[in-house]
C-alpha cells in the first residue's frame, strides 16, 4: 500500500459528543502495509509535542484540544471512521476537521 503517517494518542469522552485527546503523542511513517513503523515523534505531553512543530511558547501551553464528534462508525474494528471537528484547545487548529480511522 502506499506509504502513511500514523498519528496516536490517547483519548476519553467529555460528554457524549465531545472528545478530549490526551498524551502520549506517537507519529510514525510506515512505508507500506508490510513494513515496520518509524517513530518520528514520541511526545509525553500536548506541549512537548507542540514543540517538534517549532511553535511558540504561548502555543505550547494552550490546553487540551477537545473534539466534537460529527460522525462516528462503532463496529469496534480496525477501519472504522470518526470525523470530528476541534472545538477547543490548540489556537492553531480550532475550528479544523480531522478524519480519524481506528488502527486496532
Given at each position: ?5 500514523v ?13 478530549e ?54 463496529t ?21 476537521t ?7
Amino acid at each position: 500500500g502506499p506509504a502513511r503517517l500514523v498519528l496516536s494518542a490517547g483519548v476519553a469522552p467529555r460528554d457524549d459528543a465531545t472528545l478530549e485527546i490526551f498524551p502520549p503523542f506517537w507519529l510514525d511513517a510506515v512505508a507500506s502495509d508490510t513494513s515496520a513503523p518509524v517513530r518520528l515523534v514520541d511526545a509525553a505531553s500536548d506541549a512537548d509535542f507542540r514543540r517538534t512543530q517549532a511553535r511558540s511558547a504561548a502555543e505550547q501551553r494552550a490546553p487540551r484540544n477537545l473534539y466534537a464528534q460529527l460522525y462516528l462508525e462503532t463496529t469496534g474494528r480496525a477501519g472504522d471512521l470518526r470525523v470530528s471537528k476541534v472545538v477547543a484547545g490548540d489556537p492553531v487548529i480550532v475550528g479544523a476537521t480531522f478524519l480519524h480511522e481506528r488502527v486496532r
